[in-house]
């Protein structure tokens, strides 16, 4: 599908539906100040969204479905897709007992930004400060008691995460670190061409995915046990260069890169506890993982913690929320600087970040990150309001990122972005 016939698919399903569902048309527009040779310096997502539910006695049916279009495009590959965020079927077996049916996205995590136990879904990474999750084809069990509820779920197969463009910059543009070669930082030329190869998935790590979720509720408190056995949503990328090697600290490529997707198969369990007290919410997760294949270039084993305390209060009569996140963790290798490992930036580090509604539709939210063993820190501002009418929502947003060349963070220094967003609600 190219961009015209997507732009077709848009307006006809926007003439056909706008007046019967819950339709959502946007665009998302991205602004980089500092030019990089070879990639963009600007470009536009235009979205559609429509939604329906409808309930027929013990059956309910959900339809979520979502259309996507980068312009410019960023690289060779794919820069659109349409696909289901939620399109399930739904029965209600008994009082306790419900089953579903359908594309669905799973969210395990507890704690806003990066959660350990969200890990049973692809992303979409074209731009990794603002990554959106895909759905799967999915059976979902779930098994409700009074004070308890289990929940049961079966991907056959998963859909791949959508990585950075290659005219994207979002890929390294001066540095690989940490990648499966025998060096560990390679200098690339000042202008290069990557080019995806087709994905690996040696031991079928897509296939029969399966998970199961207990959650149990006393009082102000919430406990959470999870396991997952399936794919890994964040696949290891394997560069394929030619090198020209002066000395081990003189490294560099002569060659357009090759990049290589390899999705693997782990298994996670995690624990999760919530306790609401007063104005607070207190928020604590961990999850340990390893994997199941015999690769030697993937990650063996992770432990990952993170802790929340969320805080409510009045400014001028108006709500303030205040966020606080530490996250502690800890891996056996050296992260890479590809996009597709942005969750290793909170292996140690610390989020502080806010919300002030300004009226009952419009709110100021800010956030920083800082990492604890560098210098490295990344942040964003955004306002949020109905613009000239009700139905019509404009974002605007600045989003900004500091640290040494040689590392993950840094690696993007020069992608700080302005961005601005429309919504039009029918």
Same mark, same amino acid.
């Given at each position: 599908?190219?961009?015209?016939?997507?732009?077709?698919?848009?307006?006809?399903?926007?003439?056909?539906?706008?007046?019967?569902?819950?339709?959502?048309?946007?665009?998302?527009?991205?602004?980089?100040?500092?030019?990089?040779?070879?990639?963009?310096?600007?470009?536009?997502?235009?979205?559609?969204?429509?939604?329906?539910?409808?309930?027929?006695?013990?059956?309910?049916?959900?339809?979520?479905?979502?259309?996507?279009?980068?312009?410019?495009?960023?690289?060779?590959?794919?820069?659109?897709?349409?696909?289901?965020?939620?399109?399930?079927?739904?029965?209600?077996?008994?009082?306790?007992?419900?089953?579903?049916?359908?594309?669905?996205?799973?969210?395990?995590?507890?704690?806003?930004? %990066?959660?350990?136990?969200?890990? @049973?879904? $692809?992303?979409?990474? /074209?731009?990794?400060?603002? =990554?959106?999750? *895909?759905?799967?084809?999915?059976?979902?069990?779930?098994?409700?008691?009074?004070?308890?509820?289990?929940?049961?779920?079966?991907?056959?197969?998963?859909?791949?995460?959508?990585?950075?463009?290659?005219?994207?910059?979002?890929?390294?543009?001066?540095?690989?670190?940490?990648?499966?070669?025998?060096?560990?930082?390679?200098?690339?030329?000042?202008?290069?061409?990557?080019?995806?190869?087709?994905?690996?998935?040696?031991?079928?790590?897509?296939?029969?995915?399966?998970?199961?979720?207990?959650?149990?509720?006393?009082?102000?408190?919430?406990?959470?046990?999870?396991?997952?056995?399936?794919?890994?949503?964040?696949?290891?990328?394997?560069?394929?260069?030619?090198?020209?090697?002066?000395?081990?600290?003189?490294?560099?490529?002569?060659?357009?890169?090759?990049?290589?997707?390899? %999705?693997?198969?782990?298994?996670? @369990?995690? $624990?999760?506890?919530? /306790?609401?007290?007063?104005? =607070?919410?207190? *928020?604590?997760?961990?999850?340990?993982?390893?994997?199941?294949?015999?690769?030697?270039?993937?990650?063996?084993?992770?432990?990952?913690?993170?802790?929340?305390?969320?805080?409510?209060?009045?400014?001028?009569?108006?709500?303030?929320?205040?966020?606080?996140?530490?996250?502690?963790?800890?891996?056996?290798?050296?992260?890479?600087?590809?996009?597709?490992?942005?969750?290793?930036?909170?292996?140690?580090?610390?989020?502080?970040?806010?919300?002030?509604?300004?009226?009952?539709?419009?709110?100021?939210?800010?956030?920083?990150?800082?990492?604890?063993?560098?210098?490295?820190?990344?942040?964003?501002?955004?306002?949020?309001?109905?613009?000239?009418?009700?139905?019509?929502?404009?974002?605007?947003?600045?989003?900004?990122?500091?640290?040494?060349?040689?590392?993950?963070?840094?690696? %993007?220094?020069?992608?700080?972005?302005?961005?601005?967003?429309?919504?039009?609600?029918?």
């Amino acid at each position: 599908m190219n961009f015209n016939s997507s732009l077709i698919f848009i307006l006809i399903l926007w003439s056909s539906t706008a007046h019967c569902l819950d339709t959502t048309i946007g665009t998302h527009s991205f602004i980089y100040p500092q030019k990089i040779a070879g990639t963009q310096d600007s470009y536009t997502l235009f979205s559609e969204n429509i939604a329906q539910e409808l309930s027929l006695n013990k059956l309910k049916i959900k339809a979520n479905i979502s259309c996507y279009q980068s312009v410019p495009g960023l690289g060779k590959s794919q820069n659109h897709y349409v696909e289901p965020q939620e399109l399930t079927v739904g029965f209600k077996i008994s009082s306790t007992l419900r089953l579903s049916l359908g594309f669905n996205v799973i969210n395990w995590g507890i704690i806003d930004g %990066y959660s350990p136990n969200a890990n @049973t879904s $692809a992303e979409v990474l /074209w731009n990794p400060l603002h =990554s959106k999750k *895909r759905s799967s084809p999915i059976l979902e069990i779930t098994l409700d008691n009074y004070n308890s509820r289990l929940n049961l779920i079966y991907i056959p197969q998963q859909q791949v995460s959508l990585l950075p463009g290659e005219e994207s910059r979002w890929l390294p543009r001066t540095l690989l670190i940490n990648t499966s070669t025998d060096y560990g930082k390679i200098i690339l030329p000042e202008t290069l061409n990557y080019t995806y190869q087709d994905y690996s998935d040696p031991n079928k790590s897509l296939s029969n995915n399966w998970g199961l979720q207990w959650q149990y509720r006393l009082d102000d408190w919430d406990f959470y046990l999870t396991h997952f056995n399936g794919f890994n949503p964040s696949p290891k990328i394997k560069p394929t260069v030619s090198l020209v090697v002066n000395n081990p600290n003189e490294v560099y490529a002569q060659s357009d890169i090759l990049l290589q997707p390899i %999705y693997y198969r782990l298994q996670k @369990t995690g $624990a999760s506890i919530v /306790w609401t007290k007063n104005r =607070s919410i207190f *928020r604590y997760e961990t999850a340990y993982s390893h994997r199941l294949d015999e690769s030697t270039s993937m990650t063996p084993w992770s432990l990952e913690n993170a802790l929340s305390w969320e805080f409510n209060s009045q400014i001028m009569g108006k709500s303030m929320t205040y966020i606080t996140q530490v996250y502690y963790s800890v891996y056996p290798d050296s992260a890479d600087n590809f996009p597709i490992s942005h969750f290793r930036l909170y292996e140690k580090s610390i989020v502080l970040a806010g919300r002030y509604s300004l009226t009952e539709r419009s709110s100021l939210t800010f956030s920083i990150l800082h990492q604890l063993e560098s210098p490295n820190f990344a942040g964003g501002i955004s306002y949020r309001s109905p613009f000239l009418i009700d139905s019509l929502i404009i974002e605007i947003g600045y989003d900004f990122i500091e640290g040494s060349t040689d590392s993950l963070l840094g690696t %993007y220094s020069k992608n700080d972005q302005f961005s601005i967003a429309l919504e039009q609600h029918f």
